[in-house]
């Protein structure tokens, strides 16, 4: 992402405020970002009137408010807790940009005025306590803090130059150290295996940044150059440099000794600010804000003192969250930030910041951590620890609140004692209580797998009577699900991408089943004896009229005879009576096995449990890896019971908030669960795979059911969702999961890595003082020792001095053209070209460069060369392909607006008025190419998925080549889909090109996709020079589009063609070369075939025209055929093998 327009700047994508009208003139178009649905500090500060007065102001180092904004544009919002949103790219950031600077700093401080002084105390001495912090309690301790060097930009803004100088500073002041703070540094950048694996295994080692929060403010660029740790030799004295802050000083060890820790962590902090003094150098630091670090969250001391704590009691009390906060003691997870406690040990540090000292806020953990302890030893006797909390008002508890002191679950979490009082006298109509509510809860305390719900409804009516206690256990339960949100539900199975193919060597089985309940008529744990045998003969009166493969019988367990008995167990069918405390404690065993009851039809594929646990149980199920078609029969079957209840006059609980109504409410919204049986004996060994399925929002369990565990490696994964999300959602999660999945066990088979696999939150009365800035020892020039492309190839430290401190027009420099290829060393299956234009005028004003990238990219193409264009479909011979092996046909190309930047330089305006003039262009089109419009940023969830399942909906680009080249910016905000009513003509707008032109169809006439995409290709064009534009074309170039790989016609001619035979054939790369052919499989670049469909494209852009490439996909592809059935045949195809051209 961006860079701005000064030394610093350049190293990204665009930042830069244009007015944009017409053709780049007239009336402005607003830049003011699209913050809607943004939850930040930033967003929630910003004003249109406020962006306005800013957004034309830089520092003296050249940072624009455009760029410490990104991060907060890019990323709305974060699930566990409110970002702040905004960056700092320099010193005086914070004073240019103050008016918004300030507010933000007031929201994130607890009201910190812009008046207000900050205090520093960095005397150890000061500190009372903290020597004897109970090692059972207290596992280790740590005191961390940031530093920014005076004069030299931060690293969401600095040239490489100064990143390089921030390290040389910083190593050589680290150097000079003695006694235990001697030590040594290890630069990331060639480092060996055998460091890397040390300091892994001292958890010393930082990573390259992947949270998008990081990556918009643009903190990974040029990784991992400059880039070190730095530690004693006694491995308690830590320094990362150019990590997110020119340096992290981490002082720590086992035990709670934190004075100690303290203690060294004040002198070592000491002594490096001295070493540094000593050659020139200051850290920044002021009255107002204290020391200057990156994020506004920082401001101050910087300072988290923290300790593992291990209070497990404690932590299950109610009033533990409350507690912290009155403490100003935040805790997370030990595995950092967004991470929870497993076993009640967590990573409790100072929540404050700024406006208190070092002292301060040490002796606040310290202090906070001796009454955390405290009250912990108080529960491990039994005893109350109601007259420890800082707060003297107690709260008066009922002599019926249940004791919840040792428990773990939701329940327990979100009833208090007020709540109880509150709910505890209500009842729904049918006489259900909060009591019986609660109580598989309160009878147990706690599950050693998994954190139970610990209450269950009783009745439709459970959910709304008692809902301030049913709310906050659903949010909890559902990730934060809200009180006044809509679910979704969608039963329509064509929806679903794939599934029909999950590989049956790793997928032995696949699942989905659901729960369903009969409006008005009580739930399991509340029904009476009549209920319960009114819900079995409307249910099996239902089921008795499906007909078909859904055809089946229904067996009471009631009289049930031995035989029918061994029948069901041996198809596992039957289920048991409850032996769970927590289903025999909510009352769902009681008259067993009275009105309960097992049906499947007589394909044994589709089961439905009577009076289980729900009303219903429906379970689609079959062998092997079809998941498609047991979500098919899984929503036909389900609809059609549906719809014969409906006609004996009944109905399911259903309702728009909680989805459908059942006993649990971890089963709200579609009750669904989706499984696979799945074999991965290897990734299940794999470190991460727990931390794999939780990003995919998978679960796992062993394949005898919850609480199992797995024995050889194959597991039964499922969605972890239920509420919020449809049916169709939850599956497609498994299905694309379990792909993955399979796609990384096969890697770990060929000993191969599955990391790119993994799944990746008014001005101070005190002026700033600016520091000069530092004279620096190194030039910009990027490291490409371990590159491999094409700008790595072609750039020298020659024409890197020549061109670096050029700009076009626009503002665009070299820097920012080259920043995805220095970012982005190499890819796993093709050489990348390493470059974009962020402009019309990259081409001519870096040509230096462009040129021999160019020449190298497409097959020798001179600067003299010019470059022809025919867009008469009329004069192409051939093209209508054998449809027996032709699957589909297709014809894109991208066109660039000429007089506004393309897509990783322009700003907010120019790419909204990129989407206005496309749009109008559009709305013009008549007859067949008549079509219509779909903004991404205001589509409806039916267009959505509609677009999704038409294949034509284009997502946030994920892929490093794309974000590192600045695409990604204020995703999705001017961007949108187009499509004629045929769906046979398609324009993305904005996405890596101004527009993407796309002709297609299935069967392999492409002599029609050709003809309807030149047509739609030149009416386009027709319609937006009316309105005064036209497209970027020279002589040589042919059409400018923002990657030199697409320079020419910009086409991509291809066929989906099966070829299972030739694709066997050695010689089928050679062939595909000599005919100008290149290949990928049929789910797009970097996929693969698995059954010889290949997607077969022309492979030349430049030099030839559009005609000329089409004809020779058409030849080609015509001759692939021939061969194919030759082979068929059984003949030879030596006598069509093509000559190398």
Known sequence: MGCVTSKAAAEGGAVVQRNVGGKGKG?????????????NHMAKCLTEKLYNELCNKTTKGGVTLDECIQTGVDNPGHPFIMTVGAVAGDEETYEVFAPLFDKIISERHGGYGKTQLHSTDLNPEHLVGGDDLDPKYVLSSRVRTGRSISGLALPPCCSRAERREVEKILSEALAALDGPFKGKYYPLSGMSDETQEKLIED???????????????????????????????????????????????ISMEKGGNMRRVFTRFCEGLKKVEDTIAKRGHSFMWNEHLGYILTCPSNLGTGLRGGVHLKIPLMSKHPMFENLLKKLRLQKRGTGGVDTASTDGTFDISNSDRLGSSEVDQVQCVVDGVNLLIQMEKRLEAGQTVDDLMPADKKVETDINYPDLSMHNNWMSKCLTPAVYTKLKNRKTPSGYSLDKCIQTGVDNPGHPFIMTVGLVAGDEETYSTFSELFDPVISGRHGGYPA?????????????????NLDPKYVLSSRVRTGRSIRGLALPPWCTRGERRKTEKIITEALS???????????????MTEETQDKLIDDHFLFDKPVSPLLTSSGMARDWPDARGIWHNDEKNFLVWVNEEDHMRIISMEKGGNMKAVFQRFCDGLQKVEATISTNGHSFMWNQHLGYILTCPSNLGTGLRGGVHLKVPLLSKHKKFDDILSKMRLQKRGTGGVDTASTDGTFDISNLDRLGSSEVSQVQCVIDGVETLIQMEKRLEQKKSIDD??????KSNKTTTVATPVKLSFDNFPDLSSHNNWMAKCLTKEIYAK?????????????????TGVDNPGHPFIFTVGLTAGDEECYSVFKDLFEPVISGRHNGYLPDAKHCTDLDATKLRGGNFDENFVLSSRVRTGRSIRGLALPPWCTRAERRKVEKLSVEALSKLANELKGKYYPLNKMTEAEQDQLIDDHFLFDKPVSPLLTSAGMARDWPDGRGIWHNDAKNFLVWVNEED??????MEKGGNMKAVFERFCKGVQEVEASLKQRGCEYMWNEHLGYILTCPSNLGTGLRGGVHVKLPLLCKDKRFNSILESLRLQKRGTGGVDTASSDGTFDISNLDRLGSSELDQ?????????????????????ESIDSLIPPTK
């Not at 009336?27 to 939850?39: E, G, I, M, Q, V």
């Not at 696999?757 to 008014?762: G, V």
């Open 484 to 500: 006044n949100a809509k679910h979704t539900t969608d039963l329509d199975a064509t929806h679903l991408r794939g599934g029909d």
């Open 994 to 999: 101004h527009l993407r032109l796309i002709s």
């Open 803 to 819: 061109l670096c401190d050029k700009k076009t027009s626009f503002g665009c420099t070299l820097d920012s053209c080259i920043q």
């Open 545 to 559: 009229a499906l007909d078909g493969p859904l055809k089946g019988n229904y067996y009471p367990l009631t009289g």
């Open 1110 to 1130: 089409v004809q020779c996909v058409v030849d080609g592809v015509e001759l692939l055929v021939q061969m194919e059935k030759k082979l068929m045949a059984e």
């Open 757 to 762: 696999l993994i799944p990746k939150e008014t």
């Open 203 to 249: 958890h010393f080692l930082f990573d390259k940044p992947v949270s998008p929060l990081l990556l918009a403010s643009r903190m990974a660029r040029d990784w991992p150059e400059g880039r070190g740790i730095w530690h004693n030799e006694e491995k308690n004295f830590l320094v990362w440099v150019n990590e997110e802050d020119h340096s992290r000083v």
């Open 27 to 39: 009336k402005a178009t607003s830049n003011f970002p699209d913050l809607s649905k943004h939850n």
